[in-house]
Nanobody, 116 residues
Framework: QVQLVESGGGLVQPGGSLRLSCKASGITFSLYAMDWYRQAPGKQRELVAV???????TYANSVKGRFTISRDNAKNTVYLQMNSLKPEDTAVYYCNAASPAGDAYWGQGTQVTVSS
């Protein structure tokens, strides 16, 4: 059974930082590209960051320079370091695992709220 479990969300003031984690089980983690998405109330889910199985990273323009995605294959975990947070970063953040064969799995999401 595949599970992706996110953690690390919470309430933070503008300009603050959070680190999200997503621990995977039931997949050969090192073979999967890992993504972070987010969905704000009333908006579509959007791609935030991607890290390939080879470690290549890409980011949405809205978070470039502020967020960093990384992975630890030994721990089956992907991280999203979020710095200089803005109120518009408020959303539920979801972890996604995507295999080259087209399999895709989602976590349950973790709430990030940026507010003073």
């Amino acid at each position: 059974q595949v599970q992706l479990v996110e953690s690390g969300g919470g309430l933070v003031q503008p300009g603050g930082s959070l680190r999200l984690s997503c621990k995977a089980s039931g997949i050969t983690f090192s073979l999967y590209a890992m993504d972070w998405y987010r969905q704000a109330p009333g908006k579509q889910r959007e791609l935030v960051a991607v890290i390939t199985s080879g470690g290549r990273q890409t980011y949405a323009n809205s978070v470039k320079g502020r967020f960093t995605i990384s992975r630890d294959n030994a721990k089956n975990t992907v991280y999203l370091q979020m710095n200089s947070l803005k109120p518009e970063d408020t959303a539920v953040y979801y972890c996604n695992a995507a295999s080259p064969a087209g399999d895709a799995y989602w976590g349950q999401g973790t709430q990030v709220t940026v507010s003073s």
